[in-house]
C-alpha cells in the first residue's frame, strides 16, 4: 500500500500545478468565432432566399424549354439552401451565447492545493480558473 501511494500523490501534485490559467480566454474566442460563423451563414442565406425568391417570381415561365425548367429548379434549390443556411444559424446562435456567458461567469484566482515539500505536504498557491455555476 505504501508503495502506491507516494507515486499517487507525487501525480497529484504534478496535476494540480499544470492547470491552465487561458480556459476564460479559450472560451470567449471560441464564443466569438462561433458569432462569426452563426452571423455569415444567416446573411449568405439570406441573400441565397432572397435572390432564389426574386428569380422565381420575376420570371415568366414557360416549361416547355429545357432552359426554362433547369431555370426553375436552380432557382428552388437556392431558395431552399437559403433556408437550410438561415436554420443551420441559430444552433450557432446558440451556442456562441451559451460559451459567452461560460466566459464571463469565468475568473482568476489563486487556490491552495496541496503538494509535496521536503518529505510532507505543504499548501502552496496555485492559480486557476473559478467557474460559477449560477442556478
Not at 7 to 26: F, H, K, M, N, Y
Not at 47 to 73: K, N, S, Y
Amino acid at each position: 500500500m505504501k508503495n502506491l501511494l507516494l507515486p499517487a500523490l507525487i501525480l497529484l501534485s504534478i496535476t494540480v500545478s499544470a492547470q491552465d490559467t487561458r480556459t476564460a480566454e479559450r472560451i470567449a474566442a471560441k464564443a466569438r468565432k462561433q458569432g462569426t460563423a452563426a452571423w455569415i451563414l444567416a446573411g449568405g442565406g439570406a441573400a441565397m432566399f432572397i435572390t432564389g425568391t426574386v428569380i422565381l417570381a420575376e420570371h415568366d415561365w414557360d416549361f416547355d424549354r429545357d432552359r426554362e425548367v433547369g431555370l426553375a429548379i436552380g432557382s428552388v434549390a437556392l431558395l431552399a439552401a437559403g433556408i437550410g443556411c438561415a436554420a443551420g444559424s441559430i444552433p450557432l446562435f446558440i451556442i456562441s451565447a451559451k460559451n459567452k456567458r461560460k466566459a464571463a461567469s469565468m475568473s482568476f484566482k489563486n487556490e491552495y492545493a496541496p503538494g509535496l515539500k521536503r518529505g510532507g505536504f505543504a499548501y502552496r498557491q496555485v492559480p486557476s480558473v473559478v467557474l460559477r455555476i449560477n442556478l
